[in-house]
């Protein structure tokens, strides 16, 4: 958070986003809302029910819950806004982490058909160099 707040100083006095300390997130002007959520225990629980146009995840391989926090709360919150999620990690420590096994699958598999043959999914991946090699057993 100390990021973004160096980050909003500088911004424009008329776009700059009001600080909620207690409630983890930034209000703009306009209405628009950068909210902060951990992604373990019960981050579902408090970005549950939010309409969401874009989410993103950082160090997802590292979520032990990451399908519940995605499927539960995340991909639902895209829904009515046709949102995008975000999903970014350094390699996992296991091959099996679901980061792997489901999401980079279908990012790859997205990639590689076209998009007449099926429209890509809502997910985005931000590419990193990683293989499944690079991933610790």
Same mark, same amino acid.
């Given at each position: 958070?100390p990021?973004?707040?160096r980050?909003f100083?500088?911004?424009?006095?008329d776009i700059r986003?009001?600080h909620h300390?207690?409630?983890?997130r930034?209000?703009f002007p306009?209405?628009?809302?950068?909210?902060? #959520?951990g992604?373990?225990?019960?981050?579902? *629980?408090?970005i549950? $029910?939010?309409?969401s146009?874009?989410? /993103?995840?950082d160090e #997802?391989g590292?979520?032990s819950?990451?399908e *519940?926090?995605?499927e $539960?709360?995340i991909?639902?919150?895209t /829904?009515h806004?046709k949102g995008r999620?975000i999903?970014?990690s350094?390699?996992?420590?296991?091959?099996s982490h679901p980061f792997?096994?489901r999401?980079?699958?279908?990012?790859?598999?997205?990639e590689?058909s076209?998009?007449?043959?099926?429209?890509?999914?809502?997910m985005?991946?931000?590419?990193l160099s990683?293989?499944?090699?690079s991933?610790?057993?």
């Amino acid at each position: 958070a100390p990021t973004l707040q160096r980050l909003f100083a500088e911004c424009p006095a008329d776009i700059r986003p009001t600080h909620h300390v207690k409630d983890h997130r930034w209000v703009f002007p306009n209405g628009s809302e950068i909210i902060l #959520a951990g992604g373990e225990k019960d981050a579902g *629980d408090r970005i549950r $029910g939010l309409k969401s146009h874009l989410v /993103i995840v950082d160090e #997802a391989g590292f979520i032990s819950r990451l399908e *519940d926090l995605v499927e $539960g709360a995340i991909r639902p919150s895209t /829904i009515h806004t046709k949102g995008r999620i975000i999903l970014i990690s350094t390699p996992p420590t296991s091959p099996s982490h679901p980061f792997v096994t489901r999401y980079m699958a279908e990012a790859q598999a997205a990639e590689t058909s076209s998009e007449t043959e099926r429209p890509l999914p809502r997910m985005v991946f931000l590419r990193l160099s990683m293989s499944l090699s690079s991933i610790r057993p």
